[in-house]
């Protein structure tokens, strides 16, 4: 015998989306961060980058 039970999710905005979905959104968020990183580096005043160079050493 078939068991079914209703899914009031079913074919709605709120279904749980499938793999691709999350795949896009993390790679998505990783480029973001990585771009605004990038451009928080070349936008860096020297005497910034200076203090991080020395703090490295």
Do not use: D, Q
């Not at 973001?32 to 991080?52: E, H, T």
């Amino acid at each position: 015998m078939n068991c079914g039970h209703r899914n009031l999710l079913k074919n709605t905005t709120l279904e749980f989306p499938r793999t691709g979905f999350w795949m896009m959104h993390v790679l998505g968020a990783m480029f973001l961060v990585l771009f605004g990183m990038r451009l928080a580096v070349r936008k860096a005043s020297i005497p910034i980058l200076a203090y991080r160079l020395l703090k490295r050493l």
